[in-house]
Structures are given as structure tokens and as C-alpha cells.
């Protein structure tokens, strides 16, 4: 089964192919053992992605995929996540720093992964167990938000 899990490696301003390569081997070292679950990384041709860059998932057995050039449709998942953020997010005029960005996306990051329904998962978020739907509607919802607001999480309360 094909998975859509969202990783947040890093955040800068301005990333060179020695930052990203960095942040691909930090990225590995915080998977540890799970690194193993992964075979392929699709990627575009940004000068950013170096050999090195290929090198570091090469060494973990991950096979690298460049899709082609001006084909964005090639690599429709990372291109709908590079969009998808965006309404849910504050105006960027209200983010007050790096920490603060950081901080937004990793429970944006949280939510895609874990409540967040995916059609291909049959409407189930990528790290919940794959249980059944109940047969019958719950008696009642409880909301949760996230994000002041931004993000509305709906749970099947008894």
C-alpha cells in the first residue's frame, strides 16, 4: 500500500544543495529503522538536489526517481502538498519568525498525518491502524482546533 506520510526536514530562506543534503541525512537519522520502509524518492530536477544529496538515500537502499523536466504532473502528490497548506495557513504577514513558521507547520504536518482523510486510504489518515469504519453513525462528534482556529478535527465520541 502506497502511503502519503509528510516529513518536515528543515526550514530556511535560502537552501543550497549543502543544506538540503544536510537535511536529508538529519532526516534518515530521525527515522532510524523506519528509513527501511521506504524504496523510492520522487524528486525534481532543482539544482538544489545534488549527488550528494542522491547519495545519502542511495546508501539506505532508497531508489532516487527524477521525474521530468517542466512536468509537474509528473509529480502530482508533492506538488497538491506544496499547495495544499496554503488556505489553512495565516497570512504570511502574520508569521513572526522561523520559530513560529516552524512551529505552524509541524502541527499542520501532525494533522495531514494523523486526522487528516485520504481518499486512497478510504478515508482514514496515513498513520491510523487500518480499522473498519463503524457500521453505524456515532451519537456525537467532538471538535477539536488546531491552530487558532485554522484547522477544524472532528472526533467519533460514545
Not at 537552501?15 to 530521525?30: E, F, S
Not at 512536468?71 to 504577514?93: F, Q, Y
Not at 520559530?99 to 487528516?116: A, E, G, K, P
Amino acid at each position: 500500500m502506497f502511503l502519503r506520510r509528510v516529513h518536515l526536514a528543515g526550514i530556511t530562506a535560502h537552501p543550497t544543495g549543502d543544506w538540503v543534503t544536510q537535511q536529508a541525512r538529519n532526516l534518515l537519522m530521525d527515522l532510524g529503522n523506519r528509513a527501511q520502509r521506504f524504496r523510492y524518492l520522487i524528486r525534481d530536477r532543482d539544482t538544489k538536489f545534488t549527488a550528494a544529496f542522491d547519495a545519502v538515500f542511495t546508501a539506505a537502499d532508497i531508489k532516487i526517481i527524477r521525474i521530468p523536466s517542466r512536468a509537474p504532473r509528473a509529480n502530482a502528490l508533492a506538488e497538491r502538498w506544496d499547495r495544499h497548506p496554503a488556505p489553512r495557513m495565516p497570512r504570511p504577514d502574520l508569521i513572526t519568525g522561523p520559530r513560529h513558521l516552524t512551529h505552524v507547520l509541524r502541527r499542520y504536518v501532525d494533522h495531514y498525518n494523523t486526522h487528516r482523510p485520504h481518499r486512497s486510504l478510504g478515508q482514514r489518515p496515513p498513520e491510523q491502524p487500518s480499522t473498519p469504519p463503524p457500521t453505524t453513525p456515532p451519537a456525537h462528534y467532538q471538535r477539536r482546533d488546531r491552530l487558532g482556529d485554522l484547522i477544524h478535527e472532528y472526533l467519533q465520541v460514545a
